[in-house]
């Protein structure tokens, strides 16, 4: 089984002094995925829980919907090929060509909005967090990222109930990491009416709508979003939360279901999101 990291001689220099040492690096791994015979996508990625990262891309993507719908899946990883067999046949349509899938932003997931149409979900429950449950599971989110601490180069993603998170999972690509949920959600089966996203990264309108796929109205992040994310968070009827460090987090849509002594409404918020201390 590939490792997350591998070790590089490095020289540090600091203060004008070299020093020899040793560091830890997040691995690159590059995964192209052989659905019913045909090659559909290279993506770029850590070498870790490959499995789910496959399931959640191709339910991602339209693909699949539930795990009945492949009757195979075998990775190779000394090659880098995943093979899938899938009990319907792939529909063909001119962005499905192979292509490859970065692990940055931007242009590598270019095609991804034809794909949202079909799979993003209205979030319709109404599950509700208290702010401190909200700050205690970033703690424990962060108490987590063993992989970013010894690299720094990964992003990391959790799923959680009030009791604290139930999976955590690291990739060198973000989009990589909320997908991997997915995939852990769809082979386990996971209920998602009273669960929350945990995120390392930037909220941006890719990110949201991965997290409508997983049918989870809650997300917290320690970064900032994108405009058009938290429109559509809006419209998706998402809880969005910002910036959640030590005992302060922006909640920046969907407040009612942050559970506090006074809940504001939309009209007494203003475009950039209500201050929690």
């Not at 292509?99 to 270019?110: D, L, V």
């Not at 989870?216 to 968070?233: E, H, N, Q």
């Amino acid at each position: 089984m590939k490792q997350g990291t591998s070790l590089w001689n490095v020289s540090r220099v600091e203060c004008g002094e070299v020093t020899e040492l040793q560091d830890e690096v997040a691995v690159e791994f590059p995964l192209t995925l052989v659905v019913n015979g045909k090659e559909f996508a290279t993506m770029v990625c850590s070498p870790l829980d490959l499995e789910v990262l496959v399931i959640g891309f191709l339910a991602s993507e339209g693909i699949i919907r539930r795990k009945e719908d492949i009757s195979s899946l075998s990775i190779d990883e000394d090659t880098g090929f995943a093979y899938i067999e899938l009990t319907k046949e792939v529909p063909v349509v001119s962005t499905m060509e192979k292509r490859w899938i970065g692990s940055c932003c931007g242009k590598s997931r270019a095609f991804y909005f034809q794909s949202d149409a079909k799979t993003a979900r209205t979030i319709m429950n109404h599950f509700q967090l208290e702010p401190e449950v909200c700050l205690q599971l970033m703690k424990q989110f962060h108490a987590e990222a063993q992989v970013f601490k010894k690299t720094g180069g990964v992003h990391q993603a959790s799923i959680a109930t009030r009791e604290g998170l139930e999976v955590t999972f690291a990739d060198i690509g973000r989009h990589n990491a909320l997908d991997k949920l997915l995939g852990h959600m769809i082979l386990h089966q996971l209920r998602n009416k009273e669960h929350t996203v945990l995120f390392s990264g930037r909220i941006s309108s890719e990110v949201l709508l991965k997290i409508s796929k997983m049918g989870i109205g809650f997300l917290l992040s320690k970064s900032a979003p994108t405009d058009l994310a938290l429109k559509l968070a809006e419209d998706l009827n998402i809880t969005a939360i910002g910036f959640v460090r030590d005992d302060r987090m922006n909640v920046y849509t969907h407040p009612e279901r942050l559970k506090t002594d006074v809940a504001p409404s939309f009209s007494e918020m203003n475009k950039g999101g209500i201050d929690v201390d």
